[in-house]
């Protein structure tokens, strides 16, 4: 029922940027959280940018003062700017958006994913 798409993946040359977005239907249930997760060929999927529906963010050491997280609650969007954008930056990156579960919240529902690849 829940869909997530993201879009704005490219080719981006160092120090350049992006605006990746991800549009939520199907739920009737504000996200309590949303977030972005990237993966690299041969690693783990890893914690990119999460944002609570309260405005709270939270943000990986290695793309803070560089990625922005920002989303619409009432527009069930979710988006990432990315400045100053590194090779290793090259990722598939995923959209994921958490109901709350109990006392706790789990990241339930995710995207298929968008290309970023940061080369010269």
């Known amino acids: 029922q829940v869909q997530l798409v993201e879009s704005g993946g490219g080719l981006v040359q160092p120090g350049g940027s992006l605006r990746l977005s991800c549009a939520a239907s199907g739920s009737i249930f504000v996200f309590y959280a949303m977030g972005w997760y990237r993966q690299a060929p041969g690693k783990q999927r890893e914690l990119v940018a999460t944002?609570?529906?309260?405005?709270?963010?939270n943000y990986a050491d290695s793309v803070k003062g560089r990625f922005t997280i920002s989303r619409d609650n009432a527009k069930n969007t979710v988006t990432l700017q990315m400045n100053s954008l590194k090779p290793d930056d090259t990722a598939v990156y995923y959209c994921?958006?958490?109901?709350?579960?109990?006392?706790?919240?789990?990241?339930?529902?995710w995207g298929q994913g968008t290309q970023v690849t940061v080369s010269s």
């Open positions: 944002i609570t529906s309260g405005g709270s963010t």
């Open positions: 994921a958006a958490a109901h709350q579960v109990g006392t706790g919240y789990a990241y339930n529902y």
